[in-house]
């Protein structure tokens, strides 16, 4: 194992299922190219050389699902794949897409510090000062989380965003604010100079999701 597997999986206490995953992670972006317009045939040809069984990938991008039984910690091994991407230096940004409102409640609760259940808890770097900024569906366009065009380079701390689809589609949540056909993350924000959902899109961003 890498010495930021061994590190996650010391401080964390991962159990055997989400170790062999972290160490699954780590072994295939050992092969592919990071990055948005990275081959996508390269990129499968890459993870099939190590897991034959794979043919294709499900989005237009390079895709992994990783299938635990229940109970065994999926949120705790999300949390431990983006402690291994942020401590690699491989991305600062990203994007927890959830399928329902009761579990995107709970993923922004386990991405706070304060919470019992915290993702990170045990990993020094996302204590105090390190912990991540979470951007939520309800949050993005407060003070505080959109600060202009350089939004994810304010600091070095990793850039959580929970979205849910219904956020990403709601069009107003406040009392007397105009009704528009547009969901509000799509519409223009001229602290950002487009909308927050394209800058997010944007060619400048990585994101994982």
Not at 22 to 36: F, Y
Not at 112 to 141: C, H, I, M, Q
Not at 153 to 162: E, G, I, L, T
Not at 186 to 200: D, H, M, V
């Amino acid at each position: 194992m890498s010495r930021e597997v061994n590190h996650i999986h010391a401080r964390l206490a991962l159990r055997k299922p989400q170790r062999e995953s972290l160490e699954i992670l780590a072994e295939l972006l050992g092969r592919l190219e990071l990055g948005k317009g990275a081959a996508l045939e390269r990129a499968l040809a890459a993870v099939r050389e190590a897991y034959p069984a794979v043919t294709e990938f499900e989005r237009e991008f390079p895709s992994l699902c990783f299938a635990l039984a229940t109970g065994v910690g999926k949120t705790r091994l999300m949390g431990a794949f983006i402690a291994w991407l942020y401590l690699t230096g491989r991305s600062r940004n990203f994007l927890v897409l959830a399928p329902n409102l009761t579990i995107y409640d709970k993923l922004i609760a386990d991405f706070s510090p304060r919470s019992p259940k915290y993702v990170f808890r045990g990993l020094p770097e996302f204590a105090g000062n390190g912990a991540p900024v979470v951007v939520t569906g309800d949050t993005w366009d407060r003070a505080g989380s959109v600060r202009g065009r350089d939004l994810f380079n304010f600091d070095a701390r990793p850039y959580v965003n929970v979205f849910n689809i219904s956020k990403l589609n709601a069009t107003d949540n406040r009392a007397g604010a105009a009704k528009s056909r547009t969901p509000r993350v799509k519409r223009l924000q001229e602290t950002l100079g487009e909308s927050y959902f394209a800058y997010l899109s944007g060619p400048s961003t990585t994101w994982w999701c």
